[in-house]
Nanobody
Framework: QVQLVESGGGLGQAGGSLRLSCAAS????????MGWFGQAPGKEREFVVA????????YYADSVNGRFTILSNNAKNTMSLQMNSLSPEDTAVYYC?????????????????????WGQGTQVTVSS
C-alpha cells in the first residue's frame, strides 16, 4: 500500500523559512512525478511545485518561484519543500502528491487530477 506522509508544517513568520518533508512508502518513486499542492482556506487546491524525482525541469507556480525549492532524496524515498521568504499568503494546507502516469509537459505536472497518491496534508500558517 502506497503512503505519503507529510511533516514539518506549523507556524512561520513573514520573511522566515519552513521546510516540509514527504516520506513515501510502499513504492519507490525514483522515476515518477512528485509535487506539492497547497489549499488555502475557502479556496481550491493549487499547484505549488513538481518535477520527476530530482530531475530537471522543475515546475513552480509563479507565486513561489524563487522562494520555494523542491528537494529529493532518492535513497530515503523522501521529498522536501524548502519554503523561504514566507508571506501570509502562503498560509495553506500543503499536500505531497505522487504520480506514476506519463507526463507530457508543464500542464500535466500542474494538474492535481494527474496525481494518484496524496498525503494527508500539513498546515502552514504564516503570521505577518
Amino acid at each position: 500500500q502506497v503512503q505519503l506522509v507529510e511533516s514539518g508544517g506549523g507556524l512561520g513568520q513573514a520573511g522566515g523559512s519552513l521546510r516540509l518533508s514527504c516520506a513515501a512508502s510502499g513504492r519507490t518513486f525514483s522515476r515518477d512525478a512528485m509535487g506539492w499542492f497547497g489549499q488555502a482556506p475557502g479556496k481550491e487546491r493549487e499547484f505549488v511545485v513538481a518535477n520527476t524525482w530530482s530531475t530537471i525541469p522543475t515546475y513552480y507556480a509563479d507565486s513561489v518561484n524563487g522562494r520555494f525549492t523542491i528537494l529529493s532524496n532518492n535513497a530515503k524515498n523522501t521529498m522536501s519543500l524548502q519554503m523561504n521568504s514566507l508571506s501570509p499568503e502562503d498560509t495553506a494546507v500543503y499536500y505531497c502528491a505522487a504520480s506514476t502516469l506519463p507526463k507530457y509537459g508543464s500542464s500535466w505536472y500542474r494538474a492535481s487530477s494527474e496525481y494518484e497518491y496524496w498525503g494527508q496534508g500539513t498546515q502552514v500558517t504564516v503570521s505577518s
